[in-house]
């Protein structure tokens, strides 16, 4: 056996490897995927539909990822040159698109505060009204995360939603309490949602972020990997 069939050899088995491998990192991303949009749906009210976009593109993703791999282990088997360079072109495609599935999350993330700051206001405008979301969303918010008010508890006295008082989900309510309970200022969360649901946001972007870009870096192996065997058959025939 000489020096080039030896390497196409083990190409072609790194390559069958690297697609079972790349079939994980597509059920990786479809799970990151769903569990940003459940992660952002919770509060979906208050955010901006391209807080979705971004999970729904990296569950489109991983989809993909899982039709590619099918090119790379049927080109890596037979050593069929024109498979393998669909698998490489393709690959090439999902790692572009990876990239800009991590750029759109790191703009979104320094863009977080100014997209929230309008919206909470608003919906803060319509809490009590008739689209009991966004009561149940606020109360979800200031509960869960501990805030109270866009900045602090002031706006909720700065506004007629509540007659100028405080919603109880702004405090934390003791345990035990069987009676009324009188939420005020002195008593409620005193960090604003603003920053802390903002912080939570942000701490979801990095999660996307970082397994879009950190995946695509894996994927790069791939695009090596795929080309180099594609390179290599094509020597052996131009050399029979």
Not at 88 to 98: G, R
Not at 99 to 122: C, P, Q, W, Y
Not at 226 to 231: E, F, G
Request: hydrophobic share 45%.
């Amino acid at each position: 056996m000489d020096l080039i069939s030896i390497m196409r050899t083990y190409a072609r088995y790194l390559l069958i490897i690297f697609n079972l491998i790349f079939s994980l990192t597509g059920i990786i991303i479809i799970s990151v995927g769903l569990s940003a949009k459940a992660y952002f749906h919770e509060f979906d009210t208050l955010l901006d539909n391209k807080y979705f976009y971004v999970s729904d593109f990296l569950i489109v993703i991983g989809v993909i990822i899982f039709m590619i791999a099918f090119f790379g282990c049927c080109g890596a088997m037979k050593e069929n040159v024109c498979m393998t360079t669909t698998f490489s072109t393709l690959l090439v495609i999902v790692f572009i698109l990876e990239l800009v599935v991590g750029i759109a999350g790191f703009l979104l993330k320094s863009r977080t505060e100014e997209f929230l700051i309008d919206n909470l206001h608003k919906t803060m405008d319509q809490y009590n009204s008739s689209n009991t979301e966004i009561t149940v969303v606020w109360d979800q918010v200031q509960r869960q995360l501990h805030c109270c008010g866009v900045v602090n508890a002031t706006d909720w006295i700065n506004s007629t939603s509540t007659q100028h008082k405080l919603p109880m989900s702004c405090c934390p309510i003791p345990a035990g309490t069987t009676d009324y309970f009188n939420c005020t200022p002195k008593a409620a969360y005193p960090e604003g949602c603003l920053e802390v649901f903002g912080d939570y946001i942000k701490s979801n972007i990095t999660y996307v972020e970082g397994v879009a870009i950190g995946l695509s870096l894996i994927q790069m192996l791939g695009i090596i990997l795929s080309c180099s065997l594609a390179k290599i058959i094509r020597s052996d025939y131009e050399t029979v």
